[in-house]
């Protein structure tokens, strides 16, 4: 899964692009039969979207490529790799078309090189699918921020982009504090609404290039990029006094509840999990140290 589409993609923007990336490779396809058809009947009527030199931006993929595909998936590798597949596809079929249009013989590997370049296309566009499925189903129903195993998946990719660039990192692990007694007092659903509460306090807190993930019930792991441990500690300290002080309404009261944090610097010299354990070692001494407060992991010592 790639990073930069995960945090700035939501479920429903997600489906979003899957659903006109499908429709877009539906369009290609027919463009595609029209023209083989005008290449196999000998009757060849090319429109426009085949003969034209801008074709490529004219057809209804091209349209979608060019003028309606989202922001973010442009930045993708499989995004750009498909703009000089399809462009060349394009002047080759164009090449094809004008052949057969003119009664001419198509050399076997002008063809060749005509479906080697669709098939290329394909690949891409299937890769980039596959992305988007994968991410689709990599957030958690309850609060929309990614689960657990999309978080693992997105933390090892953490983990060697800060092994290469020699990067600081820091993981956090929030966890609600006495939610069991909120569960008790005022029922499961309004738990649920509190942890959901809680997400959007997190998102609004944290920067857009801060990972968040649900890790279990009522508690999140947080991934703080290009953050040392002090910047890293202001950051939680900042986020615990902000929820603290909220007070998040329900027809039954209002509800405060406070967070305790547990942060480790993220160690490469050691496995990831280590940190994670590290981090969940924090947390457990900020509940025994009385909750609604952080507490940091020691360095690890090699
Ligand atoms: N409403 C709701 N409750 C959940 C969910 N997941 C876990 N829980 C509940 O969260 C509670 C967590 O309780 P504990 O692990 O004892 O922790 P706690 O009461 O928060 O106490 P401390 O963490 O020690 O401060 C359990 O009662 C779980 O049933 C969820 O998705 N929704």
């Not at 998936?73 to 498909?82: D, K, N, V």
Request: charged fraction near 30%.
């Amino acid at each position: 899964m790639d990073r930069s589409l995960a945090l700035i993609l939501d479920e429903d923007e997600t489906q979003r692009v899957i659903n006109t990336l499908e429709r877009a490779d539906r369009n290609h396809q027919l463009w595609l039969r029209r023209l083989h058809s005008g290449l196999i009947t000998g009757r060849p009527a090319f429109t426009d979207d085949i003969l034209d030199p801008a074709a490529h931006q004219r057809c209804k993929f091209g349209l979608w490529y060019y003028h309606e595909a989202a922001g973010v998936i442009r930045e993708h590798p499989h995004f750009t790799a498909i703009e000089s597949l399809h462009r060349r596809m394009h002047d080759q079929g164009r090449l094809l078309a004008g052949k057969a249009q003119e009664g001419r013989a198509i050399r076997e590997d002008e063809y060749a090189h005509f479906m080697d370049l669709q098939k290329g296309l394909c690949e891409r566009l299937v890769g980039l699918r596959e992305e988007l499925q994968v991410l689709r189903y990599s957030f958690d129903a309850l609060t929309g921020t990614l689960n657990r195993q999309a978080c693992e998946l997105l933390l090892n990719q953490e983990f060697a982009r800060v092994s290469r660039e020699q990067e600081t990192c820091c993981l956090s692990l929030v966890d609600i504090d006495h939610f069991k007694s909120i569960n008790d007092s005022y029922g499961h659903m309004v738990g649920d609404q509190v942890i959901k509460t809680l997400s959007g306090l997190l998102r609004e807190q944290l920067r857009p290039y801060d990972t968040i993930c649900r890790y279990g019930g009522e508690e999140f792991l947080i991934s703080l990029p290009n953050t040392d441990l002090a910047q890293a500690e202001e950051i939680l300290e900042r986020l615990r006094r902000e929820i603290a002080g909220r007070e998040i309404g329900f027809e039954a009261g209002d509800i405060r509840v406070t967070v305790s944090c547990g942060l480790a610097r993220l160690d490469t010299r050691v496995p990831l999990a280590e940190t994670v354990r590290r981090a969940d070692e924090a947390l457990y001494a900020a509940k025994a140290a009385g909750r609604n407060c952080i507490r940091v992991a020691a360095e690890t010592c090699c």
